[in-house]
Structure formats: C-alpha cells, structure tokens
C-alpha cells in the first residue's frame, strides 16, 4: 500500500509545470490590448475572449459575431480527419458592441431587395468580384457569373474595384444589414409588430413566497422599458397578460374600460383564447387598465388554495393570441412546480438518482413526452418564442419544461429555492435586461459556405425542419449558433474558405431584415499552419456543446472517454507531425493549443459530465441547455473561473490586480478572493484574514461574525469596500446574468446551489 502511495506522488504532475491560463491571458492582453483589431486580413486569428480589445470592421465580421476553432482550414478533408480538429464556427447574429463600435449598417437595394447570386443566392459581399466594366460580377462562393442590375451599375477603378466601394457597407464591411422586401416575408405580407405575453402562475406557492406581487409591481415600471426601433419615440410591442393555476385567466385591458375583466378557461383540454379585441394591446393606450390589473392581481389570489398547475396550455393560449393577432411575439413565463393538474402536457415526477452512471442516465436528459417537441414546432411555424423564469422547490424536470423554450430560441432562468429577500435582485435584473434586449422574431439562418466545404451541424437553442435553415422564432443579443464544416471537395491555398451567415428576421419594430456577417479563412496543406491558427477558447466552447449533446442519447462515460481521445489525437497528431523528436514521457502542445489538458479537464468535472452527490437531475439539465447557446466568452469564464486576490486591489486604480489559477490549493488562508463564473460570484475568506480587512468589507470586528447567508456586502464608507463594490459591479455588467453573491468562509462546506 505505502509502495502504491509512493508510485501516486511520484507520478503526480506539479501543478506548476502545467501551462498556466492566467498566463496566457496575460500575455495575449499585453500583446492586444491597445491596438484595434483590423479585420481586413484573410484568416487573421482575433485576441482571446479575455482581452479588451476594439473592433475595426474592414471586410471580415467583427470576433464578437464569429469566432473560428481554426483560421486556417486544412485543405483536404484527410489532413481534417488526421488532425482530429473540429473545423466549427461559433456565430452570435444579433451580439451587442461595445459603445465605441457603430453597429453594422442598413443597407436598402429599393423594391427588387438585396442583390445575390443568381445560382447559389448568396448575397452581396466584399469578395464578389466584378468584371465586364462592372456589368457582371462571379459570385465568390459558387463562381456562377451574375448580371449586374441596371439601378446597381456603378464603374471600376484601374484595380478592378467598383469606385462607390468605400460607400457600399456591403462591398467594404464584413458585417451589414439589407432591408428586406415583401418577397422575404411570410404569405407575401409585411409583419405585423410583435407581442409579449407575461403569463403568471398564481399557485399557492408563487402568492405565498411574494412572487406573484413581486413581478406585479415590476411590470408597473419595466412596461416602459420595452425595445424599440432605433429612432422611435415609443416601442411597437403590443402587450397581454394571462394569470395560471390548474386553469387560465385571459384578461381584456381595452383602453376604452374603466377596469379590467377577467375571463376563465377551464377546459384546459381545448385550448383557446376568449377574447380577440383588448387583449394585446399598446401600452400607451391601456396604461391606467394596465396598471389597475396589476395592482389587483396579487390581492385577487392572495387567499388561494390551489396547489396544482398546468403548463402545456400556458404555452397553447399564447401561441394561439400571437396567431388571432397574426403576429410574431415571445411569452414570459413565471412558473414554479411540475404541472402535475389533468391537462395536456401532464407530467409526473420521474426523477431518479440511481440512474446516474448506468446506460439509462441519458433519460434523465430527455423530455419524457413527445408533446412539448410538437408544440415548439407549432411555435416556431408562429414566431413564438418562450422565455421560462423558472421558481422551484422541488423537482419540475426541466429537460421537458426546457424544450419549448429551447426549440424557440427562448432561455431558461431558474432560481431555486426563491425568496424574496435574498432572490428578488438576481431575479429583477434578469427580467429587466431580458425584457429590454434587442430582439428579433421569426429568424431564418442560413449558413453559405464557398466550393470546398459546407455546413454539416449545429448546435444552440433553435429548430430544424430541413439540413440547412436554422429556425428561430426568437433570436436576442446573447443567443449563439455553432456551426461544423465538413469537407466536400479540396480547398485551394489560394482562394482559402469563404463564410456567409445571414439571418432573416423581425426586428422589435415590425420591420423585416437580413443581417449578413462575412469572414474569410485561409486554407493550409501543411498540419502546422493548421495547428499555429487555432483558438482553443473556441474549441473548449465547441467540444462542451458536443458532449453535452451527447449526453442525451450515450452514457457520460462514453461521453467523457469520446472527448479525451479526440483530444488526445490532436495532440497526438501535433507531436508526430509538426514538433521536433522529444523522449516518450514528455507532454508536447502546440502553442496556442497548450491549454488544452487543463480546459477539456475543467469541462470533464462540470455536473453535466460528473455530477457531484448533492447535484439535482434538475440543475444538471439547466446547465445543459444554458451552455448550448453560449458564446465563447462565457464558456470560457464558466469552466475556468476568473479568480481575483482581493488584498492584491490597489486601491489608487482602476486596474484589476492579476488573476490566479483556479485551483484549491492556490488559496490562502490570509486572503479573501472573488470568483465568478458568469452564473455566481463567490466571496472567499480565508480563516487568517487580517481583521482590518474583515472590518472594512463587512463591518464586522471578526471572522466568527460573518454570516455565509449574506447576498450582498453592507456599502461601507471606506476605500476598500468601495472598490470591491465597484469589482463586483463591473463584473455583473460583462455577464449576461445578473451573479449572485455568495460569501464561503474557508471552514465552510459548501452545500447551496
């Protein structure tokens, strides 16, 4: 035994030795941080995730819409499959920029719409080469030849460019928007404004926790805050509201009552909506009814007794509204058990732990009806996109409550355990920056690549009806699409690899769009050009949504040994091929791939893959589902956390000290840290914290005194806590949740979700 023990120390690796992330993060800030990033150069890899950076949009999309694994494509698809390296795009349409980058501009082509290919309806980019004196133009994706429209004609230069280049965002910008025409809209018929639906359960739980008065009072004030169009004084959005138990409450808020009226559907089997005038309304109009409705609905329920809910018919009676009103739209919905009432949709309570680690573990993650896959369907024909504020106490299986919400395009929010005093802040940011976000409805993406490779599989929240159109009923700023490429033929060194995403949707205002974001690759026939252009964020990011793909249909075992080895290979496939001969035992990692072992490894601990004793079927599957359409700065930040030493802060700065690596045995018991993984932010504090510090921050005289129940740290007239506060502040501002702060005192155990 002792001779076992000693063989383990021996072959333990020194943490130390391991290539450093914080390292990496470093240097890459020092190397990018104060010059802007010009995309004008073919294949050009972009700063991490992790450094600020700006943008320059000079033909290729901006990093913030498209982030590549490599940005130089093997040229054949045997040098692909040799190195194992998932060729993939990870793609978020609609990302908010930074105040200092313009957004991408609209481009209107008149009544005959954007000018494309004629063959492969690629639309007008930067790389369409024009020729005959600018007659005709070769399509750079397909190299079909296309007239050029007469009302589009304009001159070349002596290089061969148009001499209007610098004037045409979509001949000079890698990132744009058409106008779209009534030929791109749905029956040949411009949108109608969208809708939102705020659908409130008013069981006993959700009155007696003070939910139900909570978002009452919230949508008094947040109703004014809804998007709208650049340039409108006031937000098209029409609003409606419906209240739900074991049965529906519609309510009519025409602006011509005195009150509002409520009306009951109690036959949740044949779902319907009764009435069609005054229940989406304009704000405007129906403010004073409104508001009278949402001060009476917590007092209407305040004395109810009903324990049971329904689901599936929420989701039918708003999907139906959207559809008498002949528009697109998203519902909000509040719920907070597992449907258990007689209605379509039923569930029943099937949670089970001893399946975990047997080959029946992936029904954990699969709805357990089919009815909820058919409904999103119907939603997403609609425009219907669902946002799910989720409040439980007790399993409510979202693996089947998430699909709607997923197949839409919508997110799960999901606060265990809520209460008020301790919940409400996390919970109202949430809903605040959920309901005022850029929005579009009823988006189409389509994925155009040129001759050589094509899509082959994505992964995020939305619905496919055919292999090639990714089906949104909703699309927001924070919602992302990868995307893998397979080859078809071989790419030339030459031409390299041409990207096309374009997205039609329904902006916030009624009006029909494309955005079109554009990036051209190089293409290598040799492993190491390869291998010196990837960005292991963005593989990290791809691998994760691959393997929790996997989960639904393969045990986690087989998940987990599937990632190790495809990563083993690359690296395998580095070492023969592109390093110079080293002996058996030592570790050889590309570069920009060195890390690799340390971030597969965080991916491999997470509770989708590993789960610990005290992880929910519930949590594991809410996980699951956030992740697949996260970018990849916030997969990043959630698989290795950003760890700061708070006594490190100077106080005179606004500069962050330096990082440490996260890991248990870099704590100190004199230190007090924050971690954040863009879901919670830790407070740390180590049992020898000096007690000025404890003072200070907590305005408490010792360490004893801290109570880990604290959500948020006391505002203390002093320095130091003033620039944890403002830490803390920024922090939340770059994660698109709002973080609750939870303290851990160094003897802790931490057992809280």
């Known amino acids: 035994c002792s001779s076992d023990l000693q063989q383990k120390t021996r072959h333990r690796i020194d943490p130390d030795a391991i290539p450093s992330p914080i390292q990496v993060i470093e240097d890459d800030k020092n190397n990018h941080g104060s010059d802007p990033f010009i995309t004008g150069v073919r294949g050009q890899v972009p700063p991490l995730v992790t450094t600020n950076f700006r943008v320059q949009d000079q033909g290729n999309a901006s990093p913030r819409y498209i982030r590549c694994t490599s940005y130089n494509f093997p040229a054949t698809s045997d040098m692909a499959k040799q190195s194992q390296v998932p060729l993939a795009a990870v793609i978020k349409p609609l990302a908010s920029l930074p105040a200092d980058e313009s957004p991408p501009c609209l481009v209107d082509h008149g009544e005959t719409g954007p000018v494309r290919c004629n063959r492969c309806k690629a639309y007008m980019c930067p790389y369409m080469q024009f020729i005959e004196g600018g007659r005709r133009f070769q399509c750079c994706f397909c190299s079909f030849i296309t007239e050029v429209p007469p009302h589009y004609f304009q001159h070349l230069d002596h290089t061969g460019k148009r001499v209007d280049y610098y004037e045409k965002p979509e001949l000079s910008k890698g990132s744009y928007e058409f106008l779209a025409t009534v030929d791109y809209c749905k029956n040949n018929k411009m949108p109608n404004p969208p809708a939102f639906v705020f659908m409130i359960d008013v069981s006993y739980n959700a009155v007696k926790s003070g939910l139900v008065s909570l978002i009452c009072e919230e949508l008094k004030t947040l109703l004014d805050y809804l998007p709208k169009e650049g340039g409108m004084d006031e937000s098209a959005i029409r609003v409606g509201f419906v209240t739900y138990n074991k049965v529906l409450h519609f309510y009519n808020v025409k602006s011509s009552l005195a009150q509002p009226q409520m009306m009951v559907v109690s036959d949740v089997s044949d779902m319907f909506v009764p009435l069609l005038d005054g229940f989406l309304v304009n704000l405007k109009e129906s403010r004073t009814v409104i508001f009278s409705l949402l001060e009476k609905i917590p007092e209407m329920f305040a004395d109810t007794r009903e324990t049971e809910t329904v689901f599936g018919p929420v989701i039918q009676a708003g999907l139906e509204a959207l559809k008498a009103a ?89 606060y265990t355990f809520f209460q008020v005093e301790t919940d409400s802040e996390r919970f109202l940011n949430d809903l605040r920056r959920d309901v005022q976000k850029e929005v579009g409805f009823d988006a189409v993406m389509r994925v155009r690549t040129s001759t050589g490779i094509r899509a082959t599989d994505f992964f995020g929240a939305f619905y496919m009806s055919n292999t090639t159109d990714v089906e949104l009923a909703g699309l927001d700023t924070d919602k992302t699409i990868t995307v893998e490429f397979k080859h078809d033929v071989k790419l030339s060194e030459e031409n390299g690899a041409l990207l096309q995403c374009a997205v039609l949707y329904t902006s916030c205002g009624g009006q029909r769009r494309l955005r079109i974001h554009n990036l051209s690759l190089n293409s290598c026939t040799q492993l190491a050009d390869l291998y010196r252009n990837c ?108 760890l700061l030493p708070l006594t490190k802060v100077d106080l005179d700065s606004d500069t962050l000290p330096t990082a440490i690596r996260s890991s248990e045995e870099r704590l100190s018991k004199g230190e007090m840290y924050l971690l954040e993984n863009g879901l919670n932010i830790f407070l740390w504090v180590g049992a020898n914290v000096q007690q000025t510090l404890i003072q200070n921050l907590f305005g408490l005289s010792s360490f004893s005194q801290i109570d880990c129940s604290m959500t948020a740290l006391p505002s203390l007239d002093n320095p130091f806590s003033k620039t944890i506060q403002a830490i803390i502040a920024a922090f939340r501002a770059q994660r698109s949740r709002y973080m609750k702060l939870m303290v851990v005192k160094q003897v802790d155990k931490i057992g809280r979700a």
Not at 571 to 577: F, T
Not at 610 to 630: E, F, K, N
């Open 326 to 414: 002949d528009c697109a739209g998203k519902l909000f919905i509040f719920h907070t058990s597992l449907p258990i009432a007689e209605a379509p949709g039923k569930l029943k309570n099937r949670d089970d732990k001893k399946l975990i680690g047997t080959d029946k573990e992936k029904t954990l993650f699969q709805p357990q009806t089919s009815f909820y896959n058919n409904l999103a369907k119907d939603c997403v024909a609609q425009g219907c996109s669902v946002d799910l504020f989720l409040f439980p106490n007790q399993y409510l299986d979202v693996a089947t409550l998430g699909v709607v919400p997923h197949q839409t395009g919508g997110s799960i929010y999901k």
């Open 535 to 642: 960005e292991t964020d963005t593989l990290i990011n791809y691998f994760a949504k691959f393997a929790f793909r996997g989960v639904m249909n393969n045990p986690t075992k087989t998940v987990r040994d599937t990632l190790i080895n495809q990563c083993a290979q690359i690296l395998a496939c580095y070492r023969k091929n592109c390093a110079s001969p080293s002996s058996a035992g030592q570790l050889i990692l590309p570069e920009c791939m060195k890390l690799i072992p340390v971030y597969l490894n965080c991916v491999l601990k997470c509770d989708v893959l590993q789960p610990g004793a005290d992880v929910g079927t519930d949590d594991r599957s809410y996980v699951r589902q956030l992740i697949s359409s996260m970018d990849v700065a916030e997969t990043n930040v959630f698989f290795y956390p950003r």
